[in-house]
């Protein structure tokens, strides 16, 4: 399996913990601030990127969808309520997210349909062709190696499934391009070092951000997994882009 210059990167250079281990340390650390950060610096369009990524998932009405990285569950209540599906099963590697998940998911009485458990994307612990989709929201870039956790995700997928990728991409539009650049070098560590007390979190949302093998790259990488009618799908002027896939 080739590596990608973002398997290295990791929240904090001086720890010798791999990076699966930081990733969920970290996740940990800022989990009771993250959807607050999440609205705050995307201006609530995080909200829209998900909507995009979960319509195109309608037609197919999946009855069953595996949430990968699923943090607190923002994707997971979405899809319940978008798709209504028989179950939604959201994995993640960090407790502390999970648990704030866990309760938005019992205010919202959703407990019959989303179950979180804790997981790993590079060895999901269900048999193969488990379920009609699968998602992750601005999770593969959390992978510690990318394309494990890729071949895992066809692994577990029903023949037809389909396959969604929600990930931040850098703009190319001169200006835009520019004003992204500041924004996630200056105020994002800045304002996310703030509130959550853990620049260094932020900073490597940056810098994962900036090493990640993104549109064709990364469609590339789909491919190579087995995945077919593979397309891309960029979002407020490239800041963000949607890959889907299916087996």
Avoid at 124 to 153: K, M
Avoid at 174 to 195: A, C, D, E, H, R
Avoid at 221 to 243: D, Q, R
Wanted: hydrophobic residues 40%; positive net charge.
């Amino acid at each position: 399996m080739g590596n990608f210059a973002h398997d290295t990167i990791v929240p904090d250079q001086a720890s010798n913990l791999p990076k699966k281990e930081q990733v969920a340390l970290m996740f940990d650390q800022i989990a009771p601030k993250y959807d607050f950060l999440n609205r705050f610096l995307s201006a609530g369009i995080d909200i829209s990127w998900r909507k995009k990524a979960l319509q195109l998932l309608k037609k197919k009405q999946p009855a069953t969808i595996l949430d990968v990285a699923t943090g607190t569950a923002d994707l997971a209540i979405m899809a319940a309520k978008l798709l209504t599906p028989k179950k939604i099963v959201g994995i993640d590697i960090s407790e502390g997210m999970l648990s704030f998940g866990r309760k938005k998911i019992t205010e919202q009485h959703l407990s019959n349909t989303i179950e979180l458990q804790a997981g790993d994307s590079e060895s999901i612990q269900f048999p193969d062709q488990s379920f009609d989709a699968v998602t992750v929201s601005f999770g593969v870039r959390n992978f510690q190696n990318l394309e494990n956790g890729i071949a895992e995700i066809y692994r577990v997928l029903k023949a037809n499934g389909s396959f969604i990728v929600l990930e931040f991409s850098k703009p190319t539009l001169p200006g835009i391009k520019q004003l992204y650049s500041l924004y996630m070098n200056v105020i994002t560590p800045s304002i996310g070092g703030l509130f959550s007390k853990n620049r260094n979190a932020y900073q490597y949302l940056n810098d994962s951000v900036q090493k990640f093998p993104e549109g064709k790259q990364f469609q590339t990488v789909l491919e190579k997994a087995g995945f077919k009618n593979t397309h891309i799908k960029t979002l407020s002027f490239g800041i963000c882009t949607i890959y889907t896939g299916e087996k």
